[in-house]
């Protein structure tokens, strides 16, 4: 299974190493105001690849510290009911 997963990932890494051989015309990138930033496709297409998964993990690591506030929140309810419904304890003296 572990020669399998790495033939995968070398089978990957040659497709995307081909391409970026293949593609190394430079394109424009047009912004406002009449900036233009000049690079190679390859580049340029991993530079936004790059941008779009750490936009992902940015949205997705602010969803999971609001579900933790949440959780957080819900064990100390949880305990403060637990406290209030305890057992009394009856003194023997």
């Known amino acids: 299974?572990?020669?399998?997963?790495l033939?995968?990932?070398l089978a990957v890494f040659l497709l995307l190493l081909g391409f970026a051989?293949?593609?190394t015309d430079a394109v424009t990138v047009r912004y406002f105001l009449g900036m233009e930033w000049q690079?190679?496709?390859?580049?340029?297409?991993?530079?936004?690849?790059?941008?779009?998964i750490f936009a992902g993990v940015l949205t997705n690591l602010v969803v999971m510290a609001?579900?933790?506030?949440?959780?957080?929140?819900?064990?100390?309810e949880l305990h403060?009911?637990?406290?209030?419904?305890?057992p009394?304890?009856?003194?023997a003296a």
């Open 88 to 91: 009394v304890p009856v003194d």
């Open 21 to 23: 051989v293949k593609n």
């Open 1 to 5: 299974m572990r020669i399998l997963s």
């Open 39 to 52: 690079a190679p496709l390859a580049f340029v297409l991993l530079v936004m690849f790059g941008l779009g």
């Open 66 to 76: 609001r579900q933790r506030r949440e959780l957080l929140a819900l064990k100390r």
């Open 7 to 9: 033939l995968a990932k």
């Open 80 to 86: 403060a009911q637990r406290h209030l419904h305890a």
